[in-house]
């Protein structure tokens, strides 16, 4: 199956593409427990690892060190929310393992092999909420630099065989997929209306690592409502014409940090972007998405200026924010959002419902604070039973894919999890939900 140019994502000089699925999940626990993460080192028959030390301490920094890691990726854009634990073996990777498998790029095959080997170890599902399948790639040629199941805990990462970890915007990319995100993209709005935006081929965000961004960029404020990793005073449902305050979305927490507003069926989610740790360092305004039926994943930024180069290396990368003065409507609907600020460590935003003028003045009264968000966090799966033993491959999503490759993924019959939210919270809960699939 070969994807659409929409789906195509330039980032680490390559590009990718994304698939997805139905599912239907499990109840959620309401605590925000450590994520246990299991890496694994995987021999092929014809292809192993050459310095496993050198390898598994590479590793070991790659998804946990305290800095430039997954972890601390993780950590900064969640202020906390979403922390990782290693799983077993020394600094939480494990392996070698050996698997009766050449050197090649069958996903399914490395995954049920490893899986087996792990078992026969007393190693499973229940131990792990995420499973890193790291292999030698020069052999293999997988023509993609990362895999992930969208909604799922599996990734799986071709690297070198004697060291040098992962890549960090392949690794933060891949597990944005197990958080639900599909790739991110931006839809061109010549005019000043919802109504004139039109899909732009083959464009992305550049504002997540899930859009083209690379780690040097937080998430969107979208995907962390879809994850709800802000909370409602941080994340305000406009229910009246109101003037808002809008604090940087990697500012302080207990701010406003993205406005969640009524168009129709659909919502449109603000957000201001600057500097911030080490996030963010090319992002400075306001920018805007459009939220298809409600569904925070499925985020399309909203780019005024479609003419202008939004790369980071040769253009103008945040050519594409809402400049102070500008509107945006959505006529239809009678909305209105009007940027009158947005410099310094706050923009002002003027929000407008059913025709009705925004104040002047900035800020929130107590009858305007927000709306509980209803997108929670889902929990990741391991495996489902789909009853008929056959292969789906429509919930992987790659990194630097050859548009060719499109790789099924079983485990014993069981065709794995594919989309839905975000992870499971607790680090050693077993996932069996169901689902149905459906390509996109």
Same mark, same amino acid.
């Given at each position: 199956?070969?994807?659409?140019?929409?789906?195509?994502?330039?980032?680490?000089? *390559?590009?990718?593409?994304?698939?997805?699925?139905?599912?239907?999940?499990?109840?959620?626990?309401?605590?925000?427990?450590?994520?246990?993460?299991?890496? !694994?080192?995987?021999?092929?028959?014809?292809?192993?690892?050459?310095?496993?030390?050198?390898?598994?301490?590479?590793?070991?920094?790659?998804?946990?060190?305290?800095?430039?890691?997954?972890?601390?990726?993780?950590?900064?854009?969640?202020?906390?929310?979403?922390?990782?634990?290693?799983?077993?073996?020394?600094?939480?990777?494990?392996?070698?393992?050996?698997?009766?498998?050449?050197?090649? *790029?069958?996903?399914?095959?490395?995954?049920?092999?490893?899986?087996?080997?792990?078992?026969?170890?007393?190693?499973?599902?229940?131990?792990?909420?995420?499973?890193?399948?790291?292999?030698?790639?020069?052999?293999?040629?997988?023509?993609?630099?990362?895999?992930?199941? !969208?909604?799922?805990?599996?990734?799986?990462?071709?690297?070198?065989?004697?060291?040098?970890?992962?890549?960090?915007?392949?690794?933060?990319?891949?597990?944005?997929?197990?958080?639900?995100?599909?790739?991110?993209?931006?839809?061109? *709005?010549?005019?000043?209306?919802?109504?004139? *935006?039109?899909?732009?081929?083959?464009?992305?965000?550049?504002?997540?690592?899930?859009?083209?961004?690379?780690?040097?960029?937080?998430?969107?404020?979208?995907?962390?409502?879809?994850?709800?990793?802000?909370?409602?005073?941080?994340?305000?449902?406009?229910?009246?014409?109101?003037?808002?305050?809008?604090?940087?979305?990697?500012?302080?927490?207990?701010?406003?940090?993205?406005?969640?507003?009524?168009?129709?069926?659909?919502?449109? !989610?603000?957000?201001?972007?600057?500097?911030?740790?080490?996030?963010?360092?090319?992002?400075?305004?306001?920018?805007?998405?459009?939220?298809?039926?409600?569904?925070?994943?499925?985020?399309?930024?909203?780019?005024?200026?479609?003419?202008?180069?939004?790369?980071?290396?040769?253009?103008?990368?945040?050519?594409?924010?809402?400049?102070?003065?500008?509107?945006?409507?959505?006529?239809?609907?009678?909305?209105?959002?009007?940027?009158?600020?947005?410099?310094?460590?706050?923009?002002?935003?003027?929000?407008?419902?059913?025709?009705?003028?925004?104040?002047?003045?900035?800020?929130?009264?107590?009858?305007?604070?927000?709306?509980?968000?209803?997108?929670?966090?889902?929990?990741?799966?391991?495996?489902?039973?789909?009853?008929?033993?056959?292969?789906?491959?429509?919930?992987?999503?790659?990194?630097?894919?050859?548009?060719?490759?499109?790789?099924?993924?079983?485990?014993?019959?069981?065709?794995?999890?594919?989309?839905?939210?975000?992870?499971?919270?607790?680090?050693?809960?077993?996932?069996?939900?169901?689902?149905?699939?459906?390509?996109?």
């Amino acid at each position: 199956m070969r994807p659409s140019q929409r789906a195509l994502l330039i980032s680490a000089a *390559c590009t990718s593409f994304a698939l997805t699925a139905a599912l239907q999940t499990t109840a959620v626990a309401a605590d925000e427990d450590a994520r246990s993460v299991q890496v !694994v080192m995987v021999n092929f028959t014809d292809s192993s690892f050459t310095d496993p030390a050198k390898s598994r301490s590479d590793l070991e920094q790659s998804y946990f060190g305290e800095t430039d890691s997954l972890t601390s990726y993780y950590n900064e854009i969640t202020k906390g929310a979403a922390t990782f634990e290693s799983g077993a073996g020394e600094g939480g990777v494990y392996g070698p393992v050996d698997i009766p498998v050449a050197a090649g *790029c069958d996903t399914n095959k490395i995954y049920n092999e490893t899986l087996k080997e792990m078992e026969k170890q007393g190693l499973g599902w229940d131990d792990f909420a995420h499973l890193s399948l790291a292999f030698p790639g020069d052999k293999a040629g997988c023509g993609f630099g990362g895999l992930g199941s !969208v909604g799922g805990g599996i990734t799986w990462l071709p690297v070198g065989g004697d060291g040098g970890g992962v890549d960090q915007t392949v690794l933060v990319h891949e597990f944005g997929h197990n958080f639900g995100y599909p790739h991110q993209p931006r839809i061109s *709005c010549p005019g000043t209306d919802l109504a004139d *935006c039109q899909e732009s081929e083959g464009a992305n965000s550049r504002k997540t690592p899930m859009g083209g961004g690379t780690r040097s960029v937080g998430l969107t404020a979208p995907e962390l409502l879809h994850s709800s990793w802000l909370s409602d005073k941080e994340a305000v449902k406009v229910k009246k014409s109101a003037t808002y305050t809008l604090n940087s979305l990697y500012g302080a927490r207990d701010e406003i940090r993205a406005l969640d507003i009524p168009v129709g069926e659909d919502r449109l !989610v603000v957000e201001y972007r600057q500097a911030s740790g080490t996030l963010d360092k090319h992002l400075q305004g306001v920018h805007a998405y459009r939220i298809p039926g409600g569904n925070y994943a499925g985020a399309e930024m909203i780019d005024m200026t479609p003419e202008a180069d939004h790369s980071f290396d040769s253009g103008e990368p945040d050519a594409d924010a809402l400049a102070a003065g500008v509107t945006l409507t959505g006529k239809a609907h009678k909305v209105a959002v009007e940027v009158v600020n947005s410099e310094g460590a706050s923009a002002t935003v003027a929000v407008s419902l059913n025709g009705v003028p925004a104040p002047a003045a900035a800020g929130v009264a107590s009858e305007q604070q927000a709306e509980p968000q209803s997108e929670k966090t889902k929990p990741a799966g391991s495996g489902m039973e789909d009853g008929s033993g056959a292969a789906d491959d429509s919930g992987l999503a790659e990194t630097g894919a050859d548009s060719g490759v499109s790789t099924p993924l079983v485990a014993g019959g069981a065709a794995l999890v594919v989309l839905g939210g975000a992870f499971v919270v607790k680090s050693r809960r077993k996932r069996v939900p169901s689902a149905t699939h459906r390509a996109r």
